[in-house]
Structures are given as structure tokens and as C-alpha cells.
Nanobody, 124 residues
Framework: QVQLVESGGGLVQAGGSLRLSCVAS????????MGWFRQAPGKEREFVAG????????LNGDSVKGRFTISRDNAKNAVYLQLNSLKPEDTAVYYC?????????????????WGKGTLVTVSS
């Protein structure tokens, strides 16, 4: 079992940046592909970015391409999401996710474990 704890959310002005962190418990972190999802009020949870177990391959959702970057440090059991050029529509709770299988978890059904989320609020 994996427990995920996110941090780094907060209030930022449009155009600003944040870095989210997710630290995982357990000694098998490197065996999980990881992802970040977000959920805005009244909307469904959507895929933001994902990364393979080795960290070699990453994938971004269409709405954040060119602005957000995912990375991981297996030695620290951590995955990160760098958010740049933030927009008010990026306001959401951001969730860290560990994949339930070999590939990057891009959908709700492919996630094995969820964190509790961290709130990002972007003011205009």
C-alpha cells in the first residue's frame, strides 16, 4: 500500500508559478507510474500530467501543455508538479496519484492510490 501526501498549494496571481510536491510512503515508490489530477468546483477530476516509473517519459494533459512540468525523484519517494504561467481556470484541488498498473495513470480507473489533495487558487 502507498500513502501519498501533497503539499505546495496556495494562492497565486495569474501569470505566477507554484511547485507542488507529493511524498509517498513505502519502499516501492519506484515501481509506480505517477500522475497529477485536478478537480475544480462543479467539474470532473481531470488528468494533468503523468510520469513513468523511471521518469524518462512524461505526459501532459492538453490544457496544461507547455505550462506544467512533472518530475520525480525516486531516491526521495517524491513526485513534483511545476506550474508556470498560471491562469484563473487552473484553480482546483490538485491530487497526486499512483498508478494501479504499469502505465501512466491517465484516467480515474487507472489510479491505484490517491492523495488527499492540495488547493491551488489563481487570482485574476
Amino acid at each position: 500500500q502507498v500513502q501519498l501526501v501533497e503539499s505546495g498549494g496556495g494562492l497565486v496571481q495569474a501569470g505566477g508559478s507554484l511547485r507542488l510536491s507529493c511524498v509517498a510512503s513505502g519502499r516501492t515508490f519506484s515501481s509506480y507510474a505517477m500522475g497529477w489530477f485536478r478537480q475544480a468546483p462543479g467539474k470532473e477530476r481531470e488528468f494533468v500530467a503523468g510520469i513513468t516509473r523511471s521518469g524518462i517519459t512524461t505526459l501532459n494533459g492538453d490544457s496544461v501543455k507547455g505550462r506544467f512540468t512533472i518530475s520525480r525523484d525516486n531516491a526521495k519517494n517524491a513526485v513534483y508538479l511545476q506550474l508556470n504561467s498560471l491562469k484563473p481556470e487552473d484553480t482546483a484541488v490538485y491530487y497526486c496519484a499512483a498508478g494501479g498498473g504499469a502505465g501512466i495513470p491517465t484516467t480515474y480507473s487507472r489510479v491505484g492510490y490517491w492523495g488527499k489533495g492540495t488547493l491551488v487558487t489563481v487570482s485574476s
